[in-house]
């Protein structure tokens, strides 16, 4: 289980999901309404996007623990994918929803904008070397 570099990558993806926890998308220096009020935009002002998050941490830590079931994991993969992507969308649907008043010059992003993506690269690494698994397997049952 440990020895398989997809469990580095899934690891990984789980901890840029949890990085989401403490960073925040974006920072203001004024305190504004709406979900500026305590000067930051992260997953805590919005429900879903907690709940995103934490199936991220989740589905990342117990595809770990599917090494014998390469296509559940690929499966598992791929949904991590999707709930990465939704995460971006819903963050950014959410943002410009509750802050168009706020000037963009006051706005300074955070690296919690980076983590969705950097969780998918590490999802897509995972699947790669899950494929790869695969295959080999594949192969030595021919050979037998």
């Known amino acids: 289980m440990i020895q398989r570099i997809q469990t580095i990558f899934l690891l990984l993806a789980a901890g840029a999901f949890g990085a989401l926890i403490p960073l925040p998308f974006a920072t203001s220096a004024q305190d504004t309404q709406g979900i500026f009020l305590d000067g930051s935009y992260s997953i805590i002002d919005n429900l879903f996007l907690e709940i995103l998050t934490l199936a991220g941490i989740v589905l990342a830590l117990v ?9 559940m994991q690929l499966r598992l993969g791929y949904l991590l994918i999707v ?7 819903v963050a950014f649907l959410y943002f410009t929803n509750q802050a168009p008043a706020i000037s963009e010059s006051v706005i300074q992003e955070g690296l919690g904008l980076l983590m969705p993506i950097v969780a998918i690269v590490f999802v897509v690494l995972a699947n790669y070397f899950i494929r790869k698994d695969e295959k080999l397997v594949k192969s030595m049952d021919r050979l037998r």
């Open 83 to 89: 709930i990465g992507i939704l995460l971006m969308v």
């Open 63 to 71: 595809c770990i623990f599917l090494f014998k079931k390469r296509k």
